[in-house]
Antibody, heavy 125, light 107 residues
Framework: QVQLQESGPGLVKPSGTLSLTCAVSGASIRGSYWWTWVRQSPGKGLEWIGQIYHDGNSNYNPSLNNRLTMSVDESQNQFSLNLISVTAADTALYYC??????????????????WGQGTLVAVSS | DIQMTQSPSSLSASVGDRVTITCRASQDISNFLAWFQQKPGKPPRSLIYAASTLENGVPSRFSGSGSGTDFTLTINSLRPDDFATYFCQHYYTYPPTFGGGTTVEMK
């Protein structure tokens, strides 16, 4: 059973850096998964933030304007998100997701199958 | 980005009803579509992928159909546990995007 647990500060100051970590159990960070972050807010709904593979290959949402960095820590079986220059618009419930990767029908894709419980992050002074 | 539009945004139904939710993509996404269920205070739960394939453990009263731009999620014989919000999501290309959600409320 794959389990994920987000951790990080619940409050970040405007222009600061939002840093979250997701601890993974029940699956190896080296497995065929895309380690994914999704956020949810009343204003924007569910929004895909980005994803990273254990080899460092990553895909980020262009809407985040190059503010995002993701990383994998194989020794701790966890992955992380860093979002710089945050504003109130980054206030949301942040989920980490284990997304198995597949290739078929001429495309490669991942399925958002296993979700953490989410952590609420507010951006406020 | 591909826009995903769900309708209705909410509906009222009774236990035993058949419920249909639609999702429209702003361009052809073949069958690269997933459906999720979310209850208050919980993360989304994956129900269906590839437009019509049920995830392990999902009851057979749930079904999905469609291809291209138009998709439906159907719940046959609604159960009390099914009152929730449902989202569609495409994974055809980057970035994957979600629909705005459909809340199924008790009539």
């Amino acid at each position: 059973q794959v389990q994920l647990q987000e951790s990080g500060p619940g409050l970040v100051k405007p222009s600061g850096t939002l840093s979250l970590t997701c601890a993974v159990s029940g699956a190896s960070i080296r497995g065929s998964y895309w380690w994914t972050w999704v956020r949810q807010s009343p204003g924007k709904g569910l929004e895909w933030i980005g994803q990273i593979y254990h080899d460092g290959n990553s895909n980020y949402n262009p809407s985040l304007n190059n503010r995002l960095t993701m990383s994998v820590d194989e020794s701790q079986n966890q992955f992380s998100l860093n979002l710089i220059s945050v504003t109130a618009a980054d206030t949301a419930l942040y989920y980490c997701v284990c997304a198995p990767g597949y290739c078929g029908s001429g495309r490669c894709y991942s399925l958002f199958r296993y979700w953490g419980q989410g952590t609420l992050v507010a951006v406020s002074s | 980005d591909i826009q995903m539009t769900q309708s209705p945004s909410s509906l009222s139904a009774s236990v035993g009803d058949r419920v249909t939710i639609t999702c429209r993509a702003s361009q052809d996404i073949s069958n690269f579509l997933a459906w999720f269920q979310q209850k208050p205070g919980k993360p989304p739960r994956s129900l269906i992928y590839a437009a019509s394939t049920l995830e392990n453990g999902v009851p057979s009263r749930f079904s999905g159909s469609g291809s291209g731009t138009d998709f439906t999620l159907t719940i046959n014989s609604l159960r009390p546990d099914d009152f929730a919000t449902y989202f569609c999501q495409h994974y055809y290309t980057y970035p994957p995007t979600f629909g705005g959600g459909t809340t199924v409320e008790m009539k």
